[in-house]
T-cell receptor
Framework: DQQVKQNSPSLSVQEGRISILNCDYT??????FLWYKKYPAEGPTFLIS?????DKNEDGRFTVFLNKSAKHLSLHIVPSQPGDSAVYFC??????????????FGKGTKLTVNP | DVKVTQSSRYLVKRTGEKVFLECVQD?????MFWYRQDPGLGLRLIYF???????EKGDIPEGYSVSREKKERFSLILESASTNQTSMYLC??????????????FGPGTRLTVT
């Protein structure tokens, strides 16, 4: 059962325009959401996060929006730059059956920003 | 700066071999994780550890075991490597109850090929 879904495997955007990456989740117990960015042959790096008590968090060109009622979050990148080309993973924090916290990742969206 | 290092970037092993993947973090983090990343499947949690000598199964533990004898080191063991374990293996660590909750820091990954 896929609890965190990124339905778009890829997205292509022109440099300077807005990139919007979407993520849906099914578990209403998730209380924290994160976005990671991954370049080829490197490990993922943390980008931005949002607590379930907020609906927006902004950090420079990156903004994450959370709609709890729709169980949906999105990452906006404005303006997009060629260096933003990477795979973006959405993740949600939840509890395992043993009561420990873990991250549940989506399958990722490959963003390509064209010059 | 948090540093997570993995013993090898690339590894080629034969079917049936016992394989050890090593991970070391230098930030005194309590939690450590092993994931595998496959195209179209995202990051899937294999095992994690929240303390020395403690471990908990993730989503896909079959065919793997782990060892955590020291806080900074977390090893992933493939008891008898099979071709379906060819993958990118990512190690991560995180602190408990500090900063952006649940943020994990990843190593660069080990690309394992089993022939």
């Amino acid at each position: 059962d896929q609890q965190v879904k990124q339905n778009s495997p890829s997205l292509s955007v022109q440099e300077g325009r807005i990139s919007i990456l979407n993520c849906d989740y099914t578990n209403s117990m998730f209380d924290y959401f994160l976005w990671y960015k991954k370049y080829p042959a490197e490990g993922p790096t943390f980008l931005i996060s949002i607590s379930s008590i907020k609906d927006k968090n902004e950090d420079g060109r990156f903004t994450v929006f959370l709609n709890k009622s729709a169980k949906h979050l999105s990452l906006h990148i404005v303006p997009s730059q060629p260096g933003d080309s990477a795979v973006y993973f959405c993740a949600a924090s939840g509890l395992t059956q043993g009561g420990s916290e873990k991250l549940v990742f989506g399958k990722g969206t490959k963003l390509t920003v064209n010059p | 700066d948090v540093k997570v290092t993995q013993s090898s970037r690339y590894l080629v092993k034969r079917t049936g071999e016992k394989v050890f993947l090593e991970c070391v973090q230098d930030m005194d983090h309590e939690n450590m994780f092993w994931y595998r990343q496959d195209p179209g499947l995202g990051l899937r949690l294999i095992y994690f550890s929240y303390d020395v000598k403690m471990k908990e199964k993730g989503d896909i533990p079959e065919g793997y075991s782990v060892s955590r004898e020291k806080k900074e080191r977390f090893s992933l063991i493939l008891e008898s490597a099979s071709t379906n374990q060819t993958s990118m293996y990512l190690c991560a660590s995180s602190p408990i109850g500090q900063g952006p909750a649940y943020e994990q820091y990843f190593g660069p990954g080990t690309r394992l090929t089993v022939t």
